[in-house]
T-cell receptor, first 113, second 116 residues
Framework: QQQVKQSPQSLIVQKGGISIINCAYE??????FPWYQQFPGKGPALLIA?????SEKKEGRFTISFNKSAKQFSLHIMDSQPGDSATYFC????????????FGTGTRLKVLA | NAGVTQTPKFQVLKTGQSMTLQCAQDMNHNSMYWYRQDPGMGLRLIYY???????DKGEVPNGYNVSRLNKREFSLRLESAAPSQTSVYFC???????????????FGSGTRLTVV
């Protein structure tokens, strides 16, 4: 119940294309769903996040789509660029004394020039 | 730059040796965390400290100990390193927003540890 399942494990997209990464969860206690972007040799950095009371959040070329009934959420990267090449982690979090995260296993995205 | 600072960046240990990974944050965050990152397994929580003076086990605490030295610093100790502890270790901090919301984790740049 504490798992967050992420797919695909790796993704190759042409420059200008749309990258889509999917995540699914079971625990309805999760109340915050962030996406993190990680470049090689760096720590993950918060990219965009959504709360379960909205179905979509957009920030620039990055959009989270959230389906509460299906317990699924996805990251869409529009007009993908080579600079977007990184590993992306979805996560789900709940508060119990502090914010506890359950991370997906990551998706390695490569955008071809 | 403001953020989370981890030291060292790289370390090679022999099996059975001990070491302490250091982490400090300058954002006045209450909560701090230690994660390990392994290929295909994402980030797994080792220990966390919800506030100064408290520490709790996470998902994979065996073989590790932690100390919340003060509000800024949170260290991770390997008492007797094993090859299974070869990993990249990340420290993170977070704070609850004034309206009860959450601003996400701020991660350090990691410590790459190899145990031979």
């Amino acid at each position: 119940q504490q798992q967050v399942k992420q797919s695909p494990q790796s993704l190759i997209v042409q420059k200008g294309g749309i990258s889509i990464i999917n995540c699914a969860y079971e625990n309805t206690a999760f109340d915050y769903f962030p996406w993190y972007q990680q470049f090689p040799g760096k720590g993950p950095a918060l990219l965009i996040a959504i709360r379960p009371d909205v179905s979509e959040k957009k920030e620039g070329r990055f959009t989270i789509s959230f389906n509460k009934s299906a317990k699924q959420f996805s990251l869409h990267i529009m007009d993908s660029q080579p600079g977007d090449s990184a590993t992306y982690f979805c996560a789900a979090t709940y508060f119990s004394g502090t914010y506890k995260y359950i991370f997906g296993t990551g998706t390695r995205l490569k955008v071809l020039a | 730059n403001a953020g989370v600072t981890q030291t060292p960046k790289f370390q090679v240990l022999k099996t059975g040796q001990s070491m302490t990974l250091q982490c400090a944050q300058d954002m006045n965050h209450n909560s701090m965390y230690w994660y390990r990152q392994d290929p295909g397994m994402g980030l797994r929580l080792i220990y966390y400290s919800a506030s100064e003076g408290t520490t709790d086990k996470g998902e994979v605490p065996n073989g590790y100990n932690v100390s919340r030295l003060n509000k800024r610093e949170f260290s991770l100790r390997l008492e007797s390193a094993a090859p299974s502890q070869t990993s990249v270790y990340f420290c993170a901090s977070s704070e609850k927003g004034t309206a009860g919301g959450h601003y996400g984790y701020t991660f350090g740049s990691g410590t790459r540890l190899t145990v031979v």
